[in-house]
């Protein structure tokens, strides 16, 4: 059983169009977050939502909104997409926002934009 | 703003030889956690370190943490081919209210050649 998920994989979109991906975990986990990882290979996380509630907001242009229907639900979507925001994009979760263990991460969604 | 770095941020090493990974971070944390990413892949927990002088091991790696150096290392003892993959490391950091947040270091790409 995957315990973090995302759809899709890959995603291929032009400049200009608006695109989602969306992740599901099924640990029972109460947080979840978004993080980004460019070309570099570089991590930084995006947002974060705990039991449905937006708890850490990052310096994201405002393109980003995240939606998280239930806890074991969140999902990004991104409006007018841009060269930039070619990246793979992870979705974790952990048990608690202060959780003292790790969060998982799911597999990632590859986004490139041409 | 909280820095973490990662030293070296390229390791090639044969196996069978040691070596140790540094990370380094700029502000007072006692949670440090180890990550392991294959290409391609998501990331994978290793370590969560929670205390000053907390050592752990798994097979050919063991992680380390001075919170008052703030410092961890991750040392690999007797590489093999299977340990070739990027390691990074995150710093667990205070972000308002009852919140923490994850700042990762860069990253160092270890390949393990015969």
């Known amino acids: 059983d995957t315990a973090v998920s995302q759809t899709p994989k890959y995603l291929v979109t032009q400049m200009g169009n608006d695109k989602s991906i969306k992740c599901e975990q099924n640990l029972g986990h109460d947080t979840m977050y978004w993080y980004k990882q460019d070309s570099k290979k570089f991590l930084k996380i995006m947002f974060s939502?705990?039991?449905?509630?937006?708890?850490i907001n990052e310096t994201v242009p405002n393109r980003f909104s995240p939606k998280s229907p239930d806890k074991a639900h969140l999902n990004l979507h991104i409006n007018s997409l841009e060269l930039g925001d070619s990246a793979v994009y992870f979705c974790?979760?952990?048990?608690?926002?202060?959780?003292?263990?790790?969060?998982?991460f799911g597999p990632g969604t590859r986004l490139t934009v041409t | 703003e909280l820095k973490v770095e990662q030293n070296p941020l390229f390791l090639s090493m044969q196996e069978g030889k040691n070596y140790t990974i540094y990370c380094n971070y700029s502000?007072?944390?006692?949670?440090l956690y180890w990550y392991r990413q294959d290409p391609g892949k998501s990331l994978e927990s290793l370590f969560v370190?929670?205390?000053?002088?907390a050592v752990k091991q798994e097979g050919r790696l063991m992680a380390s943490l001075d919170t008052k150096a703030r410092l961890s290392t991750l040392h690999i003892t007797a590489a093999v081919h299977d340990l070739s993959a990027t390691y990074f490391c995150?710093?667990?950091?205070?972000?308002?209210?009852?919140?923490?947040?994850?700042?990762f270091g860069k990253g160092t790409l270890l390949t393990v050649n015969p």
């Open positions: 370190l929670l205390s000053n002088g």
């Open positions: 974790a979760s952990s048990q608690a926002p202060r959780d003292p263990y790790e969060q998982y």
């Open positions: 502000t007072t944390s006692d949670r």
């Open positions: 995150a710093v667990d950091i205070y972000s308002g209210g009852s919140n923490y947040k994850l700042t």
């Open positions: 939502y705990n039991n449905k509630e937006l708890i």
